[in-house]
């Protein structure tokens, strides 16, 4: 799927919220590509990450192809339970 360079944003698919990993960088003032490496480094089975983290594909603002991922409410709870601070105490709620 490839997604032109809107920025990003959570919407509903389906029964499942979506968020997208770009989107999460900027909520929790992180890089891009460091949210990339915990999606890629997160503990869990096979079944669990492709039940709730799917690859998708994006136009940057040089017109290259980056990935990205969209995640369901329970990727992004694993995702930002990772994380330390406030915001993400708040945002895994």
Excluded at 36 to 52: K, M, P, T, V, Y
Excluded at 61 to 89: N, Q, S
């Amino acid at each position: 799927m490839l997604h032109d360079h809107p920025p990003a944003q959570t919407r509903p698919c389906r029964l499942a919220v979506l968020a997208n990993s770009r989107h999460v960088a900027e909520v929790f003032g992180r890089e891009h590509r460091n949210v990339l490496q915990a999606i890629d480094r997160i503990d869990c089975s096979e079944e669990f990450n492709a039940l709730n983290f799917k690859r998708v594909e994006y136009l940057d603002a040089k017109g290259e192809t980056r990935r990205a991922y969209d995640m369901t409410k329970d990727g992004f709870t694993f995702l930002v339970m990772g994380f330390t601070g406030a915001t993400a105490a708040r945002k895994a709620r």
